[in-house]
């Protein structure tokens, strides 16, 4: 009886996970055309919560508008919680393919890693973008050139 309860929980999560993807494809973005998954945990973070998430967005977007040239993306975040982070393209050319796009994410490692809690915490060295949103609590990162392709990266604990 445990397992089977187990089992209908867990299904109901990824359902409902799905769904709220479902109904950011093809509005904010085109269909997910590739995915991955990021399982790594450097440690253990701080408790994270939807004011975070937001707030984190909210800076993104704040530093993208206060920069001389205007934004090339833009990032914002979904769900209830907040907890599915979207960066679309406002350009042809900044996510053409999935190879600029993983560059300017790694720009961001680099921007984030003069940040004052990777350096509290001894992660500047160590940690990624990726790894900062796996800390806030985000389950999904989509990226995407706005037009013909999406990829969307999972975050999981292991």
Same mark, same amino acid.
């Given at each position: 009886m445990m397992i089977r309860? %187990?089992?209908?929980?867990?299904a109901l999560l990824t359902a409902t996970i799905a769904s709220a993807?479902?109904?950011y494809e093809g509005y904010y973005y085109p269909e997910v055309t590739s995915?991955?998954?990021?399982?790594?945990?450097i440690r253990q973070?701080?408790?994270?919560?939807?004011?975070?998430?937001?707030?984190?967005?909210?800076?993104?977007t704040v530093?993208?508008?206060a920069a001389p040239e205007s934004p090339?993306?833009?990032?914002?975040?979904?769900?209830?919680?907040?907890?599915? %982070?979207?960066?679309?393209?406002?350009d042809d050319e900044v996510f053409s393919t999935i190879y600029r796009a993983r560059?300017?994410?790694a720009q961001l490692t680099s921007n984030m890693r003069n940040n004052d809690f990777f350096r509290q915490q001894n992660l500047e060295s160590v940690a990624t973008f990726f790894d900062l949103l796996q800390f806030m609590d985000?389950?999904?990162?989509?990226?995407?050139?706005?037009?013909?392709?999406s990829h969307q990266v999972n975050f999981t604990k292991n």
């Open positions: 309860t %187990l089992a209908v929980t867990c993807q479902e109904r995915t991955e998954d990021f399982n790594r945990v973070a701080p408790q994270s919560s939807k004011d975070v998430r937001v707030g984190f967005v909210t800076s993104l530093a993208q508008l090339r993306f833009v990032f914002f975040a979904k769900g209830g919680d907040a907890k599915h %982070l979207t960066a679309v393209a406002l560059a300017v994410l985000f389950e999904t990162l989509v990226i995407s050139d706005g037009e013909t392709w």
